[in-house]
Structure formats: structure tokens, C-alpha cells
């Protein structure tokens, strides 16, 4: 089991760039599959990126498609999303999650993390 907290969550107006970042505890997290998905109020939580366990394939919803990128920085244990170009539609609270070894076709589905954040809000102002 690992232990992930985000931060870097915030507002920010429509066009603008955040970064925000999930950093793991107990487990080194560059061996695990690394998620990101949010969830707006009334609505369902929604997948918005992932990347393989071993690193060598990330996965984006289409509606970040071209606009957010998720990284590594296994340094620092931690996945980074890098968001431009923010919508007032990618307001949300953003959920880091991860398990080991997900396999690609289930990378998009929240069943298959193991371990989840609590959170960081993020709002866009149009």
C-alpha cells in the first residue's frame, strides 16, 4: 500500500497553466501504475490520465487530449500533471491513484487502483 497526497491545486482563469503533483510514502511509486481522475459536484468521477508501470505508455481522456501532460519525477517519488490551456469544464477536485502493474486496457478505470488522494481542488474562472 502506498500512501499518495496531490497538491498544487488552485484557481486559475480560462487559458491559464497548473501544475499539480502527487507525491507517494511508503512504496516506491515508479514501479506502480499512476492515475489521474477527477470529479466535478454531481458528476462522476472521470478519468483524466495514466501511465503504465513501467512508464512507457501514457493514456489521456479526450478532453485533455493535447492540453495535459502527466510525468515523472522518481527523484522526488512523485507524477506530475501538467495542465494548459485550462477550461472552466476541467473544474474539478483532481484524485491521484495508483496500484501495481495495471494492465493498459483498465488504466482508465477507477476499480483498478489500489490507492487513492484525498484531493486537490481545481477551479477555472471563465
Known amino acids: 500500500q502506498v500512501q499518495l497526497v496531490e497538491s498544487g491545486g488552485g484557481l486559475v482563469q480560462s487559458g491559464d497553466s497548473l501544475r499539480v503533483s502527487c507525491a507517494a510514502s511508503g512504496g516506491t511509486l515508479s514501479t506502480y501504475s499512476v492515475g489521474w481522475f477527477r470529479q466535478a459536484p454531481g458528476k462522476e468521477r472521470e478519468f483524466v490520465c495514466a501511465m503504465s508501470w513501467s512508464g512507457g505508455s501514457t493514456y489521456y481522456g479526450d478532453s485533455v487530449k493535447g492540453r495535459f501532460t502527466l510525468s515523472r519525477d522518481n527523484a522526488k517519488n512523485s507524477v506530475i500533471l501538467q495542465m494548459n490551456n485550462l477550461k472552466p469544464g476541467d473544474t474539478a477536485v483532481y484524485y491521484c491513484?495508483?496500484?501495481?502493474?495495471?494492465?493498459?486496457?483498465?488504466?482508465?478505470?477507477?476499480?483498478?487502483?489500489?490507492?487513492w488522494g484525498r484531493g486537490t481542488q481545481v477551479t477555472v474562472s471563465s
Open positions: 491513484a495508483a496500484a501495481p502493474r495495471i494492465d493498459h486496457d483498465y488504466l482508465s478505470t477507477p476499480l483498478s487502483y489500489d490507492d
